[in-house]
C-alpha cells in the first residue's frame, strides 16, 4: 500500500471481526514501529502482547468498570447551550466501547518507553514520550498497511499504574497507550469527522 494511502485510510476501529491474525503480520508492525525516530539512540522501547481472552480480562479490568458506568444516552442527549459538537458524539460512541474494543481485538499490544515520570517543566524534558508516539504512529501505518486496523486507549489517571503492575513492569518504564489489532469490521458505524483546511493552519513566518 503506497503511503499516502495508507495514511487516508488509517482510522480508529473499535468493532473487530473474529478473524484470526498471523502473528508474523504482528512483528512485521511492530518492526516498522522500531524504526521510529529515537530521542537517545538506543531505541529502547519494549512490547507487552496479550492475546487471550483472559490476559486482556485481567488487565483491562479498570477500563471495563469506566465503560460500563457509562451512560451513553443520558451523555449524548444532555441539554446543552449549543449544537452538539463532533468530538461530544465521538466521545459518547466511544466509551461504552474502551473495554470491547481491546478485548475483542485478536491483538493488544501495550508499548513501553523508559521513563521513571513524566516531566513537563520544559518541552525537551518530554522527549521519551514524544518519540514513543512516532513508534505508535507507525505501528497504526503499518497495521492499515497490512490491511488491519487499530484500536486505541491512552490510560486514564491511576488506570496507567494498575495496569503496569498487573503485567509487572519494571518501575523504570511507562505506559503510553493499549493497541488492540485486527481486521475491523466493515459494518461499523463511522461517525462524521472534522476535516480542517491546511491553508488556514500555515502560518508563515510568525503566528500573525
Known sequence: ????????????TREFLDTEVDFEVIKRILEAGNK??????????????????????????????????FDADRYLNMPRPYPI???QKMYGYAMPKQYTMLKDAPYVII???????????YVSKLNPFATIWCVIENIFLAATAEGLSCSMRIPLNEEHDIVKKKLKVPPTYMIPV????????????QLEQYSPDIDKQIRFGSWK
Not at 111 to 121: A, D, H, R, T, V
Not at 178 to 189: H, K, L, R, T
Open 1 to 12: 500500500m503506497e503511503l499516502y494511502e495508507a495514511i487516508n485510510k488509517r482510522k480508529t
Open 36 to 69: 521510529a525516530p529515537t530521542w537517545n539512540h538506543n531505541r529502547n522501547w519494549q512490547y507487552i502482547v496479550l492475546r487471550t481472552d483472559e490476559e486482556k480480562e485481567y488487565a483491562f479490568s479498570e477500563a471495563k468498570a469506566i465503560a460500563d458506568k
Open 85 to 87: 459538537t463532533l468530538g
Open 111 to 121: 508499548p513501553l518507553f523508559k521513563s521513571k515520570e513524566l516531566n513537563g517543566e
Open 178 to 189: 493499549f493497541i488492540g489489532i485486527g481486521y475491523a469490521n466493515p459494518e461499523e458505524v
